[in-house]
């Protein structure tokens, strides 16, 4: 039968790749939620082959999260079985120069939609976190679910607060909340102020790229494809029931995880090889010019993979098709 899902934050680069995943596999109807004032942008949306195909079964909402929404926004929405809460500010070099609008931000979005949550009652509410409200991975140690929590930045701390507010929901309200937390995401439309698409913007125009690290201790992360992340999410959500307190003492919590560590100057050099370009970067030492920066970041993965869930998407084909698509798609770069 069909649903209705509620994204937030559609018009931002993972939110308009759920868009699409849903509408190419599922039959569902989808009301994405966005104020385009922030990094969201309709371009994301409406520029792409599976919204024009499927666009009858999407309406888009523009309205900015921190503010609450209304009686007659509820009836505009109509019912909804699916609540995706995507949207947030994540860039984390802006959480530390801003982080008092920032953090706010993130807190009033997720206390609006936990109380739209509470009038409209969907079945599941994702709210969507990150790895690093767990702070760094030390060796080869990769967090699991329900591990320390130990933000190091404003960033992960607003990420933080989200998760033990909509926990808060969730006992209190019985709101059916489920956290699902995930790392670095790359994909066609990002934003180039992420790491990925600046490195391939500077060695397309012969700039110098900043790798985080020193020469015997580079960062590092695992990467994520923005489809196998919106492919993790179905999965989530066509599992059983939503475990609800008290009969459960925590809520359902899921590691979406990439294939393998990659660090910050191999995926550099990556980039430069499949461009065929040559490669100009100096090496930063993020303790002295980033602070609260963490320099290897990891999630354990087994959790959802012993649900039977497969990324659909391979690392490193999918990572060539991304270069190259920004290589012929440049104007992405100049946002």
Excluded: C
């Excluded at 600046?198 to 020469?215: D, L, Q, Y």
């Excluded at 012993?306 to 060539?320: A, K, N």
């Amino acid at each position: 039968m069909s649903a209705n899902v509620l994204i937030t934050g559609i018009g931002g680069f993972i939110g308009s790749h759920l868009m699409e995943h849903i509408l190419i596999n599922t039959d569902w109807n989808i009301v994405g939620i966005d104020s385009f004032r922030h990094k969201g942008l309709t371009d994301r949306i409406t520029d792409t082959t599976v919204f024009n195909t499927f666009r009858d079964r999407v309406k888009i909402v523009t309205h900015d999260l921190t503010a609450p929404i209304s009686p007659l926004m509820v009836d505009s929405i109509g019912p909804v079985n699916y609540i995706i809460n995507m949207a947030s500010e994540s860039h984390v070099d802006r959480s530390i120069d801003y982080p008092v609008p920032f953090i706010k931000n993130n807190v009033d979005l997720v206390l609006n939609m936990l109380e739209y949550a509470r009038t409209v009652k969907p079945e599941a509410f994702i709210q969507i976190s990150t790895d690093e409200v767990y702070g760094p991975m030390h060796g080869n140690f990769a967090h699991p679910e329900w591990d320390t929590i130990l933000p190091s930045n404003p960033y992960s701390a607003s990420k933080a607060a989200q998760e033990a507010i909509a926990i808060s929901y969730w006992r209190t309200y019985s709101v059916p909340v489920i956290i699902s937390n995930t790392m670095n995401n790359y994909g066609e439309r990002q934003d180039p102020e992420k790491y990925l698409p600046k490195v391939i913007r500077a060695v397309m125009t012969g700039e110098t790229v900043t790798v985080h690290g020193t020469p015997d201790d580079i960062g590092s992360r695992f990467w994520l494809h923005a489809r196998n992340h919106a492919d993790a999410l179905l999965w989530i959500l066509q599992m059983s029931p939503v475990a609800m307190f008290p009969k459960a003492n925590i809520p359902i919590r899921f590691n979406v995880v990439g294939d393998k560590q990659i660090d910050n100057l191999e995926m550099a050099q990556l980039v430069a090889t499949i461009l065929d370009k040559p490669l100009n970067y100096v090496l930063e030492d993020f303790h002295s010019t980033r602070p609260g920066h963490d320099p290897h970041y990891g999630l354990d993965g087994a959790l959802l993979k012993l649900t039977g869930w497969r990324p659909p998407v391979d690392l490193w084909s999918s990572l060539e098709k991304t270069i190259l698509w920004y290589e012929s798609n440049p104007k992405w770069l100049k946002l």
